[in-house]
């Protein structure tokens, strides 16, 4: 699960002095755009997240996210070519 990986990063202290400690709205951004670099990509709540909700509904409007039967969205081929702007939309 990404998120839960993102949560041990932080607690790790890699990067020492020069490490900072992300945002709620960073840390969720984060976890949804590594969620969706993955085949099973992410759980289709994250779509009603308020500080996600535009970007998800704009890559689902340009047919760049699909549904899966297990209730989860995951990039079309075509997203997957152009999802660092999915990904951008994505950054609070």
């Given amino acids: 699960e990404p ?13 020492g002095e020069h490490a900072c400690m992300l945002t709620d709205a960073d840390a969720r951004s984060e976890s949804a755009i590594l969620g969706l670099r ?14 996600l ?15 899966v039967p297990s209730g989860r969205l995951r ?10 702007e999915v990904f951008q939309r994505l950054l609070p």
């Fill in 38 to 51: 993955l085949d099973e990509g992410v759980d289709g709540s994250l779509a009603t997240d308020p500080l």
């Fill in 75 to 84: 990039l079309t081929p075509h997203g997957r070519l152009v999802s660092n």
């Fill in 3 to 15: 998120g839960r990986w993102l949560v041990e990063q932080q607690q790790l202290d890699v990067g």
């Fill in 53 to 67: 909700a535009d970007g998800f509904a704009w890559a689902r409007a340009n047919g760049l996210l699909e549904p």
